[in-house]
């Protein structure tokens, strides 16, 4: 069955510093890939989106990959800041197929200390 | 525009008792989603309906149902409530087919005494 897995359930890092998440797939070869942010007890909100032939994708300063041969995106905060904490969540996924039925990672939650 | 909106927010509820949450999503989206989200399980879905029909379903007890009206607004209701079924509900509409973009509303947290 499908499986995903991000590095860690939780990554604490320095204000200033690049903050790097994993998201590792097995069992399926989504065609593109979407991170969401999620702070507490709230619902998850859309990031990025990352298709299979961009490799990499850029906005401010979030960074993602994609590699389909290792079949893992990284994601990247650069500068980071305390308000960039949160839980980060991948979710692999291909067109038109999931009908509503997005499989997420469990997520890592991300704390950024000044 | 309108992001997707949830009610209620917060919800206490005792065993055995049932529980219908609303939906709202964002206007021009037909594809409306739940999922139930705890500290163990994550993210799970429950089922997603498009212009009015479910067209998909989680692995959930047919204790969770749902429905979805012309004007795509959403409910979903849980009878006979269980310990476990405290949770973050979360609903998430969409409108594209093609990637599946979710929009995720506040959630509804539910507390099951």
């Not at chain 1, 990554?11 to 969401?36: D, F, M, V």
């Not at chain 1, 980071?80 to 009908?99: E, H, R, V």
């Not at chain 2, 949450?21 to 206007?27: E, G, V």
Request: hydrophobic letters at 25%.
């Amino acid at each position: 069955s499908q499986k995903i897995e991000q590095n860690s359930e939780a990554l604490n890092i320095q204000e200033g510093k690049t903050a790097t998440l994993t998201c590792n797939y097995t069992n399926y070869s989504p065609a593109y890939l979407q991170w969401y942010r999620q702070d507490p007890g709230r619902g998850p909100v859309f990031l990025l989106l990352i298709r299979e032939n961009e490799k990499e994708k850029r906005k401010e300063r979030l960074k993602v990959t994609f590699d389909t041969t290792l079949k893992q995106s990284l994601f990247h905060i650069t500068a980071s800041q305390p308000a960039d904490s949160a839980t980060y969540l991948c979710a692999p996924s291909n067109y038109g197929g999931s009908q509503g039925n997005l499989i997420f990672g469990k997520g890592t939650k991300l704390s950024v200390k000044p | 525009k309108a992001g997707v909106t949830q009610t209620p927010r917060y919800l206490i509820k005792t065993r055995g008792q049932q529980v219908t949450l609303s939906c709202s999503p964002i206007s021009g989206h037909r594809s409306v989603s739940w999922y139930q989200q705890t500290p163990g399980q994550g993210l799970q879905f429950l089922f997603e309906y498009f212009s009015e029909t479910q067209r998909n379903k989680g692995n959930f007890p047919g204790r969770f149902s749902g429905r979805q009206f012309s004007n795509s607004r959403s409910e979903m209701n849980v009878s006979t409530l269980e310990l476990g079924d405290s949770a973050l509900y979360l609903c998430a509409s969409s409108s594209s087919t093609l990637t599946d973009t979710q929009y995720f509303g506040p959630g509804t947290r539910l507390t099951v005494l």
